[in-house]
């Protein structure tokens, strides 16, 4: 399956209950070859309603993360959700939806074959490392998943209510950096 028959069919999914609430479904946004993939929960009102993950002010403090680091949402990485439906009131998505949706996502993993991939927050991390994934104490860590290194920051959204956590994130995102200049070093020559 290629990219454009990938977004074809997850934009007309009705999987679970979230197609009936939806404005849009929100696919990805990135580089189609990236070697670096985050990786959120799902979408918030403002990417509900625009068609684009990390949009709002918590998609805004994503893109000064990565700028601190020197990547680009448009140029080398790729931003994607568990879900690609905004759950009712941006409550966290069920387990029947994350079930639902997540071959979606490991479909796109599948055709970016990312050296790393950045959980964003909790959710992502259980759904992707592993289910008991605390992010107070593994944020930050690396972790081989099928040959493929893992790591989780905290969610951008967690970080605006809870400034404390920001000084953690900006040691999480030297560390990431350090990372991808090891494994995916071509990532900074992208775009």
Same mark, same amino acid.
């Given at each position: 399956?290629?990219?454009?028959?990938?977004? &074809?069919?997850?934009?007309?999914?009705?999987?679970?209950?979230?197609?009936?609430?939806?404005?849009?479904?929100?696919?990805?946004?990135?580089?189609?070859?990236?070697?670096?993939?985050?990786? /959120?929960?799902?979408?918030?009102?403002?990417?509900?309603? #625009? /068609? %684009? =993950?990390?949009?709002? &002010?918590?998609?805004?403090?994503?893109?000064?993360?990565?700028?601190?680091?020197?990547?680009? &949402?448009?140029?080398?990485?790729?931003?994607?959700?568990?879900?690609?439906?905004?759950? =009712?009131?941006?409550?966290? +998505?069920?387990?029947?939806?994350? %079930?639902?949706?997540?071959?979606?996502?490991?479909?796109?993993?599948?055709?970016?074959?990312?050296?790393?991939?950045?959980?964003?927050? &909790?959710?992502?991390? #259980?759904?992707?490392?592993? +289910?008991?994934?605390?992010?107070?104490?593994?944020?930050?860590?690396?972790?081989?998943?099928? /040959?493929?290194? @893992?790591?989780?920051? @905290?969610?951008?959204?967690?970080?605006?209510?809870? +400034?404390?956590?920001? =000084?953690?994130?900006?040691?999480?995102?030297?560390?990431?950096?350090?990372?991808?200049?090891?494994?995916?070093?071509?990532? @900074?020559?992208?775009?």
């Amino acid at each position: 399956m290629t990219w454009e028959e990938l977004e &074809r069919s997850c934009k007309r999914c009705e999987k679970c209950a979230l197609c009936d609430t939806r404005t849009n479904v929100v696919f990805g946004v990135g580089n189609k070859n990236a070697r670096v993939l985050f990786v /959120g929960e799902g979408p918030g009102e403002n990417e509900d309603l #625009q /068609g %684009e =993950p990390f949009v709002g &002010r918590g998609g805004q403090l994503l893109d000064v993360m990565l700028e601190i680091i020197g990547l680009d &949402r448009k140029k080398n990485v790729y931003i994607a959700n568990i879900v690609k439906c905004r759950p =009712p009131k941006n409550r966290d +998505p069920l387990g029947v939806e994350q %079930e639902a949706c997540i071959g979606w996502l490991r479909e796109q993993i599948r055709l970016l074959r990312p050296e790393i991939v950045v959980c964003l927050g &909790r959710i992502a991390a #259980q759904v992707l490392i592993k +289910p008991d994934f605390k992010i107070t104490s593994e944020h930050g860590k690396f972790f081989d998943v099928d /040959g493929v290194t @893992y790591t989780a920051l @905290y969610h951008p959204a967690a970080l605006l209510r809870d +400034p404390r956590k920001k =000084p953690d994130t900006f040691v999480d995102l030297k560390a990431l950096q350090e990372k991808i200049l090891q494994l995916a070093p071509e990532v @900074y020559s992208a775009g």
